[in-house]
């Protein structure tokens, strides 16, 4: 793969955790690893050089995930939503030629399904994602002309936007990897995770 086509991964670890009573990204699960080691590490798993967006402050999510060798991105503009974070994180890693964007608080995406989602956009594919059992989930992949779209996000939304918008061009994955769907938002949902 040329430079120019190469594929980075921006991990999104810039939330507040309000729901979870804060610190869930440094969380352990029963293994004794963080929920957003376990995300960096298949994202690494799969090949990818790894951009984590992370609060700026947080130093403590900062520097794990720079202990799992990620490249880290400190994001003032992250209280102001997901869609200033992910414009960071692509901001971050303009270079690339296509991104795979993934949450930190997903730590149980198969690394072979991360595969998947860049080979289909190294094939070609504007966005592709990951689906189980016909809901569409995480990470989702972006084709380099989506750069500038994904430059312009703001507010709490995200991608959903973008997704929504280009709906008919998503490239779908069909998967086994119910992983794709679990985040944690909760400390109950910690019990699927273990």
């Given at each position: 793969?040329?430079a120019?086509?190469?594929?980075s991964?921006v991990?999104?670890?810039a939330?507040?955790s309000t729901?979870f009573?804060?610190?869930?990204?440094?969380?352990?699960?029963?293994?004794g690893v963080?929920?957003a080691?376990?995300?960096?590490?298949?994202?690494?798993?799969?090949?990818l050089?790894?951009t984590?967006?992370?609060?700026s402050?947080d130093?403590?999510?900062?520097?794990?995930?720079?202990?799992?060798?990620?490249k880290?991105a400190?994001?003032?503009?992250?209280?102001?939503?997901?869609?200033?974070t992910?414009?960071h994180?692509?901001?971050?890693?303009a270079?690339a030629?296509?991104?795979i964007?993934?949450?930190?608080?997903?730590p149980?995406?198969?690394p072979?399904?991360?595969k998947?989602?860049?080979?289909?956009?190294?094939?070609?594919?504007?966005?592709?994602?990951?689906?189980y059992?016909?809901?569409?989930?995480?990470?989702?992949?972006?084709?380099p002309?989506m750069?500038d779209?994904?430059?312009?996000?703001?507010?709490d939304?995200?991608?959903?936007?973008?997704?929504?918008?280009?709906?008919?061009?998503?490239?779908r994955?069909?998967?086994d990897?119910?992983?794709?769907?679990?985040d944690?938002?909760t400390?109950?949902?910690?019990?699927?995770?273990?």
């Amino acid at each position: 793969m040329s430079a120019n086509q190469h594929i980075s991964a921006v991990l999104l670890a810039a939330g507040a955790s309000t729901r979870f009573g804060g610190g869930k990204l440094m969380h352990p699960l029963r293994d004794g690893v963080a929920v957003a080691a376990h995300a960096a590490r298949n994202l690494i798993a799969a090949g990818l050089d790894v951009t984590a967006v992370v609060r700026s402050g947080d130093v403590a999510v900062g520097e794990m995930l720079e202990r799992e060798n990620c490249k880290v991105a400190y994001c003032r503009e992250a209280v102001h939503g997901m869609g200033h974070t992910l414009a960071h994180g692509i901001a971050s890693s303009a270079e690339a030629g296509g991104w795979i964007v993934a949450l930190g608080d997903m730590p149980r995406i198969r690394p072979a399904t991360i595969k998947a989602v860049v080979a289909a956009v190294s094939a070609g594919a504007t966005i592709a994602a990951p689906f189980y059992r016909g809901e569409r989930g995480l990470p989702v992949g972006f084709g380099p002309v989506m750069r500038d779209e994904l430059l312009q996000l703001h507010g709490d939304t995200g991608a959903r936007a973008v997704l929504e918008r280009h709906r008919a061009e998503i490239v779908r994955i069909e998967c086994d990897d119910a992983g794709v769907l679990l985040d944690v938002d909760t400390r109950e949902d910690l019990r699927g995770l273990d």
